[in-house]
């Protein structure tokens, strides 16, 4: 079967850096997507990576490395408005994008 | 400015009713989708259409209709068919291409009792 994996709920410090990690196993690769999500409110695109390596857009990182099956998020300088959920979805050989369930981030002043 | 537009905020319905959830986008994108978001889950597909006239049945679309009569607008149809309605409900739009990301409306919480 097809598994997208994230922590369900990280806490991290005004000002910090959090790393929101992401593993998956799919049939076959052909990107994987970051959004956000504040609570009740529509998911926003962050990031999409098809090559292995960092992409760097303002505050916010994304990694992907094909081999390992794995991604992360990296937010820097955090912000009381980056208290939002994290979505990590993974496009499969079929073009069908998978998603993971998640990751709740509380950002603490 | 131009995005996606879903109706109503909150939704009830009895058991035994169909419900339509209202989804049109000004982004003049081709392809629309319906997910259905629960908690602790990830965001399941129900159907999409990537052109007007034309829609796939996503991952779980039993108990569920829709139709793309014109490129703006996408709704959904929640059935008396379908055993578990209540959910948050997302339409999302895109340009169509395999990396294009989506753009998501603001969602529907539908509870049925």
């Known amino acids: 079967g097809q598994n997208i994996d994230q922590p369900t709920e990280m806490t991290a410090t005004e000002g910090a850096i959090v790393q929101i990690n992401c593993t998956y196993q799919?049939?076959?690769?052909?990107?994987l997507f970051w959004y956000h999500q504040h609570a009740g409110e529509a998911p926003t695109f962050l990031s999409y990576?098809?090559l292995d390596g960092l992409e760097e857009k303002g505050r916010f990182s994304s990694f992907l490395s094909r081999s390992k099956g794995y991604s992360y998020l990296l937010l820097k300088e955090l912000q009381m408005k980056d208290s939002a959920s994290y979505l990590c979805a993974v496009m499969d050989s079929n073009y069908q994008l998978i998603w993971g369930a998640g990751t709740k981030l509380i950002i603490k002043p | 400015d131009g995005g996606i537009t879903q109706s109503p905020k909150y939704l009830f319905r009895k058991e035994g009713q169909n419900v339509t959830l209202s989804c049109e986008q000004n982004l003049n994108h081709d392809a629309m989708y319906w997910y259905r978001q629960d908690p602790g889950q990830g965001l399941r597909l129900i159907y999409y259409?990537?052109?007007?006239?034309?829609?796939q049945k996503g991952d779980i679309a039993e108990g569920y209709s829709v139709s793309r009569e014109k490129k703006e607008s996408f709704p959904l149809t929640v059935t008396s068919a379908q055993k578990n309605p209540t959910a948050f409900y997302l339409c999302?739009?895109?340009?169509?291409?395999?990396?294009?990301?989506?753009?998501f409306g603001n969602g529907t919480r539908l509870t049925v009792t």
């Open positions: 999302a739009s895109s340009l169509g291409a395999y990396n294009s990301p989506l753009h």
């Open positions: 799919t049939s076959g690769f052909n990107g």
């Open positions: 990576n098809v």
């Open positions: 259409s990537q052109i007007v006239n034309d829609f």
